[in-house]
């Protein structure tokens, strides 16, 4: 199985700061991962898909980065709203897994 | 708007059997793979089971493999999950998702306990 290694497990954050999560695949995944935001008591929703590509309705002060094995999501600007779990998931091969998540919380 | 609604979710006791439901709207429910990911508590995400959309594959996690089984009415826009020989760790909030990932249920909480 492909391993998601997720950093740094949390994370906390002043509002307005640019703030950066990584994720590294343990085998080259080329730009199959995607990533996802949950708050509490909710389902995950997702934010970017093929690394880089930002799903319809999620502010632009998302974006994500990178290909093969290292990916990055990044805040610009936090917001009070953006307080909430994040996961980074490949889809480059069965079973699909995630990392085991980001808890980013506002300083 | 796509809807994704799980149900069946409950109590059970090590070693017995669930199904849960999932029933799509707002989209062509036969026209796409669907996915069942579950989630123990204050843990991570762990994908377990995918149809796809004319019920041709399925693909499952070890975890499950042998305990479990996807399937799919698409006169009924409805996702199944059979639970069978149910663990502990088992025990999670199950999710419904269409396709790439993009749209996910509310989620039912399945409990194994005795």
């Known amino acids: 199985d492909i391993q998601m290694t997720q950093s740094p497990p949390s994370l906390s954050a002043s509002l307005g700061e640019t703030i950066s999560i990584e994720c590294l695949a343990s085998?080259?995944?080329?730009?199959?991962l995607a990533w996802y935001q949950q708050k509490p008591g909710k389902s995950p929703q997702l934010l970017i898909y093929g690394a880089s590509s930002l799903q319809d309705g999620v502010p632009s002060r998302f974006s994500g980065s990178g290909s093969g094995t290292q990916f990055s999501l990044k805040i610009s600007s936090m917001q009070p709203e953006d307080e909430a779990d994040y996961f980074c998931?490949?889809?480059?091969?069965?079973?699909?897994?995630f990392g085991s998540g980001t808890k980013l919380e506002i300083k | 708007e796509v809807q994704l609604v799980e149900s069946g979710g409950g109590l059970v006791k090590p070693g017995s059997s669930l199904k849960l439901s999932c029933v799509a709207s707002g989209f062509t429910f036969s026209s796409y793979g669907m996915h069942w990911i579950r989630q123990a508590p204050k843990k991570g995400l762990e994908w377990i089971a995918l149809i796809y959309y004319d019920s041709s594959n399925k693909y499952y996690a070890d975890s499950v493999k042998g305990r479990f089984t996807i399937s799919r009415d698409n006169s009924k826009n409805t996702l199944y999950l059979e639970m069978n020989s149910l663990r502990s760790e088992d025990t999670a909030m199950y999710y419904c998702a269409k396709a790439h990932l993009a749209y996910w249920g509310q989620g039912t909480l399945v409990t194994v306990s005795s």
């Open positions: 085998e080259g995944i080329y730009s199959n």
């Open positions: 998931q490949q889809s480059y091969k069965f079973p699909l897994t």
